[in-house]
Each structure stands twice: as structure tokens, then as C-alpha cells.
DNA sequence: GTCTATAGAGGGATAGAC
DNA sequence: GTCTATCCCTCTATAGAC
């Protein structure tokens, strides 16, 4: 059935899975540095043994992780832009947009550990030019996503932007970016986390889509 | 002259002074956790037993340098925004206000190793809940500073806010936090950097002082 | 008040058993 | 492929000299 190339076929994903999956926890928590191996290997049901059979080291584990959460948050983004333009459910009034960015921007995962994980990566992105790279190339893809639901958006509802759409969409994570980082250090959880950043979107989204027809 | 109290009356200010400025640069070039103490003692010129004489831990220490911190940004923006009030050159136009904002945002130390030591304080207050509270309030104290200020400009110069005060200066923090990062992810210099902030509050501050009278 | 020396703990990475 | 044992280095924090 399943090919048998070695020795423990999707077993050695699994574990390298399990392996990546406790480390995003750990790596939101306590931050890269603070992070031991063994406290991954503990979370994950291993010890430091497997963890070496399968990352190089904990840099190059971290390189790993956030390499695979910057494609996972671009390509559902994607999707979810994708599907809102195949619904053709993209009549809206400036006030009722703000929906339709909610809908498209309230990634899984974006909770109080998500915050923090990203946050992680950024403050390395930071440090680091070719993680900068990696992180502005995702930014620069999400923006690309969000200008396109909002041209969409606009089109479908004969409104007109305020500023060019890229402009708008840059705007528009950043602000669900600031929002959400506030509300998770405020201590919000998830439901309240989404409540101010509909509040901070209900503010700035109408000012940005202009009614004209 | 000076109070002789105990044995070295200003010495002992001068070298916190200096192992403060010290570990305000190594913490934002590699992080707290990654900081080692004798890497601070050595930038400033001493050696361990000068900073365990002066600083209980390292974790103290930084937090000692984060309340400062918080404490020199709030006050030099109040006294920007008083000196503006003082000047009575308020009136502006929903262009020319960018200036104004401006003028009172682009702070002293507001460069690559500024940002970045920005966000390590703000990712170890996303996870200690005492330094979230005092970030928190340090943001809210900036915040109604803005808020007077976009107040008077507005009072000054016939313009209407599109959003309450408070919304305002929240997003314009907002805003020029986010370019910022952005434009240092980006390798931007200060005056790269200062030029990407400029563009963007160009195209916001416009939507969110529009014309009335 | 600052320096040198050192104790003591922790963690990254490797080698070899199974 | 995973586990156990281990090497070795780094770092915090303290004790005592000056």
C-alpha cells in the first residue's frame, strides 16, 4: 500500500511532525532562545535522540517552522480570497466589507499562541536578513491577496478606494496585526481578541472604501 | 558641591548609566535570553562584579531598562505635543498635518537598534503579564498625548475627525509601529525608514482629518 | 565600588546501543 | 529511527581580594 522506502515510511513524518507542532508551543511561550530541546523532545513524546535524527539543529528547526507557517498563512489567505471571488458574494457597503476582510483575515491559529509564535519569527526576521527576506516576500503575498479581494470587493459594489489597493491592503494587516497583538497582551482570548479587531476594522475599513457609483 | 553620601557620589550613577546603555544595545541586537552579562559589562568597560553591584539580575536589569524606556518616549512626546500647543502653529490642512504628526512621533533613538529593542520589550510583555500591564499603559499615555494633539490641529484648523480622537491616535501609533518594523525588516536606514513612515501617514492621515468648514 | 576566581547548573550536540 | 550516556562549553551568581 503506502511505499516502504526505508525503515518507518510515515513514521519518520510523523514524528518530525509531532516534533515541529510541540515546537511552535515551546517557541511561543518561552521564544527561541529560552527554548531547550528537550523541552520540544519532552512535549512531543521523544527525546533528544530523534529530535537530532531529523533537524540539523534548533536554529535550523526554527528556519523549518517558519518557513512552513508563512506558506500556511499565505496559501489559506489564498484560498479563502479564491472562494469569496467563486461565491460572488462580494456586494457590500463600506460597512458591511468589514465582514468580508474578517472573513478572509482570522487565520486558524491565530490565537494567543499564534500571535506570539509570530511574533517570535518577526523579532528573528528582524535580526536576520534572510529571514527578513522570507518574511517581507510573505507579507508582500498576503498584501498581493488582500489588494485583490478589495479591487473585488470595490468592483462588484461600485465603490471607490480611497487609496491604491495595495496601500489599502497593507493597511489593512497591519492594523489587524496591531489590533490583535494589543489585544492578546491586554490578555483578551480568542473572542475577545476578535471583538477589538472587528472594532479596529469597523473604524478604518468604511474610511478606506469610499461610496461613489 | 554634590552630596558626598557615601563613596562614590556620582560614580556609582555613572557606571548604572553606562551598563544601562550598554545592554539597551546588546538586547536589541541578540535578544535578552541571548544576552550574557559579561557581553554588557564588557561593551560599557567594567566586569561582572560592577553589574551584580549595581543590578540584582539580569531579568531586573531589563526591566529597569524597559520602564525607562517607556518613561523617556511617553515624556518627550508630551513635551512635543505641549511645545506644538505653545507654538499655535496648529492650523493645518489634511495634507500638511502629516508634518505635525510627524514632528511629534519621530523620536529620539527611533532607528534600527531603537525598533529593535522596542520589540524585544514588547515580546517579553506579550508574555509577563506585569510588563504587559506597564506597556500597556505606556501605549495608553502616548495615546491621549496624540489624541490632544490631532484635538487641537483639528480645534485650530476647521477639520473634522472621521473617527473619535482616541481611534485616531491609536491607529497613527498603529501605523507608524507597523512601517517602521517594516521598513528595518527591509534594511531601510533612518532616513529610508523615516521616508516609508512618511508615505504612509500621507496616505492615512488625509482619511482621518477631512475638510469641513 | 570594582576586580578575579570559582562554584554550580544547564543545555547543545554527538556516539553508540538496540 | 529512537534511546541512553556523555562530552564540553557557556553562563549566572557568589565570595573574597584590593
Chains 1, 2 share one sequence.
Not at 54 to 61: G, I, Q, T
Not at 139 to 168: F, H, K, T, W, Y
Request: charged share 25%.
Amino acid at each position: 500500500m503506502s511505499d516502504t522506502t526505508a525503515t518507518t515510511p510515515r513514521g519518520r513524518e510523523a514524528t518530525r511532525q509531532r516534533l515541529l507542532d510541540a515546537a511552535a508551543e515551546v517557541f511561543a511561550e518561552v521564544g527561541l532562545d529560552a527554548t531547550s530541546v528537550e523541552s520540544v523532545c519532552e512535549r512531543a513524546g521523544f527525546t533528544r535522540g530523534a529530535f537530532y535524527s531529523n533537524f540539523a539543529s534548533k536554529e535550523e528547526m526554527f528556519l523549518e517552522l517558519a518557513a512552513s507557517v508563512a506558506r500556511s498563512r499565505v496559501a489559506e489567505v489564498e484560498a479563502r480570497v479564491t472562494e469569496l471571488a467563486g461565491e460572488g458574494t462580494l456586494e457590500a457597503t463600506p460597512a458591511t466589507a468589514v465582514a468580508l476582510v474578517e472573513r478572509v483575515l482570522d487565520l486558524p491559529g491565530d490565537d494567543r499562541l499564534g500571535v506570539l509564535l509570530m511574533s517570535e519569527i518577526r523579532i528573528h526576521a528582524l535580526r536576520n536578513p534572510a529571514m527578513a527576506e522570507a518574511f517581507l516576500e510573505q507579507d508582500r503575498e498576503l498584501g498581493r491577496n488582500i489588494a485583490r479581494m478589495i479591487g473585488d470587493i470595490a468592483r462588484a459594489s461600485g465603490l471607490r478606494l480611497a487609496l491604491p489597493q495595495d496601500q489599502v491592503a497593507q493597511l489593512l494587516l497591519l492594523v489587524w496585526e496591531g489590533t490583535m497583538t494589543r489585544a492578546v497582551m491586554a490578555g483578551r482570548d480568542r473572542l475577545g481578541a476578535r471583538d477589538e479587531v472587528q472594532k479596529s476594522l469597523a473604524g478604518v475599513v468604511p474610511l478606506l472604501i469610499a461610496g461613489s457609483d
